[in-house]
């Protein structure tokens, strides 16, 4: 088992930047891909980013790239989203969540083995 939690989420205003965190416990952390997914009111969770267990390889949504960075830091077990540039439409509740393996460069949800409770991002324009 892994349990995740994510901390750092809140309310920022548009422009403004914020810098999600998910600590990991349970079992080797640097085993898994880790990725981030959003699900805003009334839609689809969806791929944020996902990095690989060495983080050498990092994959982005289109939405994203180029504000969104994900890294990791092993010794810490604990992944990171570093968000700038947010606007309105990055609202939304984001979940971290950890995988064995992977397709897709960690795109789909049904290859997370673990998933975290989420926290809230608001940005208000």
């Known amino acids: 088992q892994v349990q995740l939690v994510e901390s750092g989420g809140g309310l920022v205003q548009a422009g403004g930047s914020l810098r999600l965190s998910c600590a990991a416990s349970g079992r080797t952390f640097s085993n898994y891909v880790m990725g981030w997914f959003r699900q805003a009111p009334g839609k689809e969770r969806e791929f944020v980013a996902a990095i690989s267990w060495n983080g050498r390889s990092t994959y982005y949504a289109d939405s994203v790239k180029g504000r969104f960075t994900i890294s990791r830091d092993n010794a810490k077990n604990t992944v990171y989203l570093q968000m700038n540039s947010l606007k309105s439409e990055d609202t939304a509740i984001y979940y971290c969540?950890?995988?064995?393996?992977?397709?897709?460069?960690?795109?789909?949800?049904?290859?997370?083995?673990?998933w975290g409770q989420g926290t809230q991002v608001t940005v208000s324009s």
């Open positions: 969540a950890a995988a064995s393996n992977v397709h897709e460069n960690g795109r789909r949800m049904i290859d997370y083995d673990y």
